[in-house]
């Protein structure tokens, strides 16, 4: 394996390759060959990763190791200086862009789709024949599904979910597989939206008031400023629901899609070729088990939520507001039967 | 299936006309009032309260008569109720937004250089009953377990490169108090001569006054012989003396409180070994290995219902 | 519908009826939009793509000078009459499939080797120009083997496909010895100015493989110490003893040299 490693440095597939050489320590030490005092690190030093150039120098110096605060400034610097060295990479994949710097809605390219794994649905054998409309053909014994159809459905939902946010909705983006945490963090964070990354509690919208009456609620104005002075009117208000719900993996949240349904919340999900597409609204059909795939569309969706929150805040800004705000009048009126409480200075005004 | 149309209140409309049996007049009023698009101008349309809404204005006399907005009054007006924490639909806000909190600070650090665990300082955590006080949700101890590996993945930074923001956001997750800092007070013979020492097993507490002597015993005021009459009893309370050849050169004065023989008896063995160690130090292998300083902290196990015993089933009686 | 649950679909209709009958006092805000942008007729069956295996060649044709591309379409598969199978998914079938074949079953080890699936953009193909066999950021494999017969089956004249799977292959076994006079020159390279490269894989398998009879043959010595003992104790036993006495001199062997 090593002498092979070698070999791929010496090779001409490296010059066809534009990428850099990665240093092999292994291959290159001289340990062995080397007569001089080699330096064991101390108990107490810190465990820094060290160049194989710096170990070079370490083993022909005699000086006294330097403090690891020194020690890390000196790496840091040296990486610094190292990084405009040699070739340059171009093209590379790096799988934390897409959660960096999602793309917008308008910037799907088939292409991309393509290189996310979005086309590649289930075995023949595990298809829901609702699904054969998004398919293009069979390949190797897995149903491949239509790109176009996908981008097409895509844009759809991005375009829901910016114009919910631009209508100041609550947007709850749920993926509850294991790796889909941050990208689901991410959307939410660009949508101004929520999020839920864990398992979902049965009953969080038929049965609110139990599961999520604990959790702070808070009352903004238009520019989303917190206004601490209703915060005692918030006190015995029914929980709040979501007015959108993005789902990235919908078999496993068939409870939350249920609930959806029964309190009426449209929901947008990834639906693979072994999915039910009638238990979303706004279906995408994709591949819902490529983590590359799924970050994708969650951060796709994230950027349509961006847009429509910058709308929604420039349009408050000048004073105006897209949806009908909630008026302090409603919120000092009692919640559960819609009168005034007893007592209150709204009841004495009224009587008046 | 919702057919595509511009105005889907107008659909409203249109279905309620048609189909509704209701007094159809008030909820028309209500939809009307929807229709408006909810521009609002602020003080400037309350002015004009009569004429036409925004939307109806044709869009170019509404752009170059744009009325100054009067913020104070806006920005202090409510708009949503919305929740304070992206977490909200979690059902425990707080707890995954600590979370989140700390992964971000361990990526954003992580190519900070570490020390070995053993070398990092010692911090006390919160316990889970005092994290589920500090958050006020009911976070499960997997979950918090999850919390804890980060805090001391942070916690293993080097010590003196360890960023501020990591200092103030570790310090919030100790619980009160330091319990690291609490000195262990050796206990030592006091000035006149005597060594106190306790000691339990099963019900039995025992507290013994060793002083050098003659090997005379006191147990509640009684001798050896009277309380237990079992020589092996006798044998086994005054086992350390015995073991270390020293029965002749302690006396020792016993009050021995609940239980029964045995208990008692092995209380006082306890007991006796503590005490004979801070007069002699010297002699803990020796102890140690007679196992008279061995705590025995076996209890009865309590009874269970559907049990006879604690653990023994009623026999199965065919019929 | 029967089973098919058409709720989530149905959300702004059932918000309006919702409202219209005063079961809740404020139509949500994503009403407008659902209704701008409708839900798709998910439940509509079209028929799926059909996919035809087309040929590209160049050919000499009679009356004209110059070749010309000619499109060869392979007929249609018969499809089945059923009902149930008119809307399913067809095959999707390139030329370049029994290209593969055929190479991959002639060079079973070329599977063996690592390659990288990864795309980065997915229009690595952009890059690509089939007319020579090596290509800018692409590792030499069994499937430049297969886009360069393929290319010059599409733009070479006349060219068969026993002919251009012979000429690929030449080009690919030329730079595959190549890659290999390379390889063992660096390696030699290497080694004259101290390089080490550890014990080879199979100086490795030999040691783990020496180091299983060791422990076989303290093992077998326990094993040998054991039965000895076991025949002493019951030599006490006359017939025994004379047993084992017979079978000593039967077997001149020692033990010891049987457990070695």
């Not at chain 2, 023989?261 to 007679?290: D, Y």
């Not at chain 3, 795309?119 to 360069?148: A, C, F, N």
């Amino acid at each position: 394996m090593i002498v092979r490693n070698l070999f791929m440095r010496q090779s001409r597939q490296l010059i066809a390759l534009n990428r850099q050489a990665p240093v092999f320590t292994r291959s290159l030490s001289t340990e062995v060959a080397s007569d001089t005092i080699t330096q064991t690190p101390s108990v107490g030093s810190a465990e820094i990763a060290q160049s194989p150039v710096e170990q070079g120098i370490q083993t022909t110096s005699t000086v006294p190791e330097p403090r690891p605060l020194k020690q890390w400034d000196a790496l840091e610097k040296r990486r610094h200086k190292f990084n405009t060295l040699g070739s340059k990479v171009q093209e590379s994949y790096d799988p934390e862009n897409v959660l960096r710097n999602p793309p917008k809605p308008a910037d799907v390219t088939l292409e991309m789709l393509l290189a996310a794994g979005t086309h590649m649905g289930h075995s023949t054998s595990r298809w829901n024949p609702q699904n054969s409309r998004y398919i293009f053909g069979i390949r190797e014994g897995i149903h491949i599904i239509s790109l176009d159809v996908t981008a097409a459905y895509l844009r759809r939902a991005a375009k829901v979910v910016e114009e919910v946010a631009a209508r100041g909705g609550i947007i709850l983006f749920a993926g509850t597989r294991k790796g889909q945490k941050r990208s689901v963090v991410r959307a939410a964070e660009l949508a101004k939206g929520y999020h839920i990354f864990e398992r979902w509690i049965p009953g969080s919208l038929t049965n609110g008031q139990q599961i999520l009456g604990h959790c702070k609620t808070k009352v903004v104005n238009a520019l989303d400023q917190e206004l601490s002075k209703f915060r005692v009117d918030l006190a015995d208000r029914p929980s709040i629901k979501p007015d959108l719900v993005v789902v990235l993996n919908p078999l496993e949240n068939v409870v939350l899609l249920h609930e959806c349904g029964l309190n009426n919340v449209p929901t947008i999900g990834i639906i693979d070729t072994d999915a039910d597409p009638t238990r979303v609204t706004y279906p995408i059909p994709a591949n819902d088990d490529t983590l590359r795939g799924t970050n994708l569309i969650a951060g796709i969706l994230g950027r349509a939520g961006e847009a429509g929150q910058a709308r929604r805040l420039k349009m408050a800004q000048e004073g105006k507001t897209t949806y009908e705000p909630i008026t302090a009048r409603q919120l000092r009126l009692d919640p559960l039967t819609g009168t005034p409480p007893p007592g209150s200075e709204l009841e004495k005004s009224e009587r008046d | 299936m919702a057919r595509p149309t511009t105005n889907g209140l107008a659909q409203a409309l249109q279905a309620l006309q048609i189909r509704s049996t209701l007094p159809a007049r008030p909820v028309i009023r209500s939809l009307a009032q929807q229709r408006r698009t909810y521009a609002i101008e602020v003080e400037a349309a309350a002015q004009q309260s009569s004429t036409p809404t925004p939307s109806e204005l044709p869009p170019t006399e509404l752009a170059p008569a744009a009325p100054k907005i009067e913020f104070g009054n806006f920005l202090s007006r409510p708009a949503r109720i919305v929740p304070a924490s992206p977490s909200y639909f979690s059902g425990s806000p707080r707890f995954i937004d600590h979370v989140l909190e700390l992964e971000n600070l361990q990526a954003k650090y992580a190519s900070l250089p570490t020390v070995a665990a053993s070398e990092a300082p010692r911090m006390a955590w919160f316990k889970l009953a005092q994290f589920r006080d500090y958050v006020g949700e009911p976070v499960p101890m997997k979950k918090y377990k999850i919390l804890v590996k980060i805090l001391q993945r942070l916690n293993r930074i080097q010590p003196d490169m360890v960023p501020e923001e990591v200092k103030t956001t570790l310090k919030s997750f100790l619980r009160p108090g330091n319990p690291f800092a609490v000195e262990h007070i050796s206990r030592t013979v006091d000035e006149n001569g005597r060594a106190r020492a306790k000691g339990k097993r099963k019900e039995s507490t025992a507290v013994v006054q060793l002083v050098e002597g003659e090997g005379e015993v006191i147990v509640n005021g009684k001798s050896l012989v009277e309380v237990f009459q079992r020589v092996h009893d006798r044998e086994s309370a005054l086992w350390a003396l015995r073991c270390t050849q020293r029965l002749d050169k302690y006396n020792a004065w016993v009050t021995v409180r609940g239980g029964g023989i045995t208990g008692q008896a092995e209380a006082i063995t306890l007991a006796i070994g503590r005490a004979l160690m801070m007069h002699e130090p010297g002699l803990k292998p020796v102890l140690r290995k007679a196992g008279v300083i061995s705590v025995d902290a076996r209890r009865v196990e309590r009874k269970k219902p559907g049990h006879v015993k604690a653990r023994k089933m009623p026999t199965w009686v065919k019929r | 519908m029967g089973k098919i649950n058409l709720t989530a679909l149905r959300v702004r209709k059932t918000a309006l009826n919702q409202f219209a009958s005063g079961k809740i006092n404020k139509l949500p805000q994503w009403v407008d939009v659902v209704g701008q942008i409708p839900p798709s007729e998910a439940l509509i069956r079209t028929p799926s793509p059909q996919h035809q295996l087309v040929r590209q060649r160049m050919k000499t044709v009679a009356g004209s000078s110059k070749p010309q591309v000619v499109f060869e379409v392979q007929e249609k598969p018969r499809k089945s009459k059923k009902p149930s199978r008119l809307f399913q998914p067809v095959e999707l079938k390139y030329e370049e499939d029994e290209l593969r074949h055929t190479f991959f079953r002639d060079h079973p080890w070329e599977l063996a080797r690592p390659r990288v699936l990864l795309e980065s953009t997915g229009k690595d193909h952009e890059h690509y120009d089939w007319s020579r066999i090596t290509q800018p950021g692409k590792r030499l494999d069994g499937e430049s083997v297969v886009q360069r017969q393929l290319w010059l089956l599409n733009n070479v004249p006349d060219m068969t496909k026993s002919n251009a799977y012979d000429i690929a292959r030449r080009e690919f076994y030329r730079l595959r010895l190549q890659e290999d006079i390379q390889r063992r020159v660096a390696a030699e390279e290497a080694e004259a100015t101290g390089a080490q490269f550890g014990p080879s894989y199979l100086e490795v398998g030999m040691e783990l493989e020496n180091q299983q009879y060791e422990k076989w043959k303290a093992w077998a010595k326990t094993q040998a110490q054991l039965f000895d003992q076991r025949t002493a104790a019951l030599s006490g036993a006359p017939e025994v003893a004379l047993e084992q006495q017979s079978q000593e001199e039967a077997f001149a062997e020692p033990p010891e040299a049987v457990t070695v």
